[in-house]
């Protein structure tokens, strides 16, 4: 520790809350003027905040000063102030796939929403349309993450293309799907004269084993990506409306 400044760390203390080593250090950056180390002191927050939150320096400095120049406790009450839960996901959160998932309950908890809603559509119809599209998409991918690609196929599937053609601008994967779903139904309603269970897995295994069929299952597989880059754009382009 520098023992010239010494005298000067309690001046400094009394204008700023910092402990002993980062007071002499900034007191012989400043040579020993407490005005200049104070306003190190300062900047260097300032800095920390607004790169940390983007608002503007005179912002973060007053917000600093409110909260005795706690980096963690004023970035809290700016986040609070002056950010929606959508905002903070998309700033925080760099995977697009955990991002879209946690946008997704944000919206749920702020709706009370069920899952299984596609289930009942009347239930979401009276809520701002870019909700209604968003959660229709992302509904239907748990379904299919959770199920398989063939049920999902009968899992309100005409909701789901209807939002791919109108708001996410991929009218050639819903093309696919639908496409798929045409291929599935043809074999099934083709053992239907029976509801014997091996007529639905020879439906079943012939339907795995038809290229058209697996070609429209690997062209969503490889546009998936795609669907939920598009969805995370969406929210973008829409997030005044999230919550």
Same mark, same amino acid.
């Given at each position: 520790?520098?023992?010239?400044?010494?005298?000067?760390?309690?001046?400094?203390?009394?204008?700023?809350?910092?402990?002993?080593?980062?007071?002499?250090?900034?007191?012989?950056?400043?040579?020993?003027?407490?005005?200049?180390?104070?306003?190190?002191?300062?900047?260097?927050?300032?800095?920390?905040?607004?790169?940390?939150?983007?608002?503007?320096?005179?912002?973060?400095?007053?917000?600093?000063?409110?909260?005795?120049?706690?980096?963690?406790?004023?970035?809290?009450?700016?986040?609070?102030?002056?950010?929606?839960?959508?905002? !903070?996901? $998309?700033?925080?959160?760099? #995977?697009?796939? *955990?991002?879209?998932?946690? %946008?997704?309950?944000?919206?749920?908890? +702020? =709706?009370?929403?069920?899952?299984?809603?596609?289930?009942?559509?009347?239930?979401?119809?009276?809520?701002?349309?870019?909700?209604?599209?968003?959660?229709?998409?992302?509904?239907?991918?748990?379904?299919?993450?959770?199920?398989?690609?063939?049920?999902?196929?009968?899992?309100?599937?005409?909701?789901?293309?209807?939002?791919?053609?109108?708001? !996410?601008? $991929?009218?050639?994967?819903? #093309?696919?799907? *639908?496409?798929?779903?045409? %291929?599935?139904?043809?074999?099934?309603? +083709? =053992?239907?004269?029976?509801?014997?269970?091996?007529?639905?897995?020879?439906?079943?295994?012939?339907?795995?084993?038809?290229?058209?069929?697996?070609?429209?299952?690997?062209?969503?597989?490889?546009?998936?990506?795609?669907?939920?880059?598009?969805?995370?754009?969406?929210?973008?382009?829409?997030?005044?409306?999230?919550?």
């Amino acid at each position: 520790m520098n023992e010239m400044y010494k005298d000067k760390l309690e001046i400094l203390q009394q204008q700023i809350p910092i402990g002993e080593r980062q007071g002499l250090a900034l007191l012989e950056k400043a040579e020993g003027n407490t005005d200049k180390a104070e306003k190190y002191f300062t900047e260097e927050r300032i800095s920390i905040i607004v790169n940390k939150t983007g608002i503007p320096c005179e912002i973060a400095f007053r917000h600093l000063k409110e909260n005795n120049f706690e980096i963690k406790q004023t970035i809290k009450t700016i986040e609070e102030k002056y950010f929606t839960t959508t905002e !903070l996901i $998309l700033k925080k959160d760099h #995977d697009k796939e *955990e991002a879209l998932d946690k %946008i997704f309950s944000a919206i749920v908890k +702020k =709706y009370d929403w069920k899952r299984n809603f596609l289930n009942d559509p009347n239930k979401i119809k009276d809520f701002p349309i870019e909700l209604y599209s968003f959660a229709t998409v992302m509904e239907w991918l748990y379904f299919e993450n959770w199920e398989n690609f063939e049920s999902a196929l009968f899992h309100h599937l005409d909701m789901v293309t209807e939002q791919m053609r109108t708001k !996410l601008n $991929l009218p050639q994967l819903a #093309d696919y799907l *639908e496409k798929a779903q045409n %291929i599935s139904n043809s074999f099934y309603e +083709k =053992y239907e004269t029976s509801k014997d269970h091996n007529n639905y897995v020879k439906a079943t295994n012939e339907l795995r084993n038809n290229k058209e069929f697996i070609a429209a299952e690997e062209k969503f597989i490889l546009l998936k990506p795609l669907l939920e880059e598009r969805l995370y754009e969406f929210v973008k382009t829409n997030i005044e409306k999230f919550p």
